[in-house]
């Protein structure tokens, strides 16, 4: 009942919802938040939550996340981040990390040379 009430709450309502005890809850509010509002997310403990920030964050604050322990996590950042970052996530420890920031590297080294 209380996650259907972040659906439809006002933003400035659900802020303090952000580090609520129930997971459920928190992937809600993630779901609303905007920006700068969501960086209070980026060390929740769930990587549910951690995820969905990172899908939605503005892309300058993604070097935040880069430390991230969920693979998936770091995924939907090597998806994100910008090009400059790249290179540290193709070092990654998870193969799914290294092949997107691969692939993204490779992109930009052919774009560049077009």
């Not at 009942?1 to 992937?27: C, F, N, S, T, Y």
């Not at 290179?87 to 193969?95: E, I, N, S, T, Y």
């Not at 692939?103 to 560049?112: G, I, P, V």
């Amino acid at each position: 009942m209380r996650r259907q009430a972040v659906k439809h709450a006002p933003l400035r309502e659900i802020m303090r919802l952000r580090e609520d005890a129930d997971i459920g809850v928190r992937v809600a509010v993630a779901r609303r938040l905007l920006g700068s509002d969501l960086i209070i997310m980026m060390d929740d403990p769930n990587h549910a939550v951690r995820r969905i920030v990172a899908a939605r964050i503005p892309a300058p604050m993604l070097p935040l996340m880069l430390g991230d322990t969920d693979a998936h996590v770091r995924r939907v950042l090597a998806r994100r981040i910008d090009a400059a970052w790249l290179g540290v996530l193709a070092g990654d420890r998870a193969l799914g990390v290294r092949t997107i920031a691969a692939s993204r590297l490779q992109w930009a080294a052919t774009m560049t040379r077009n």
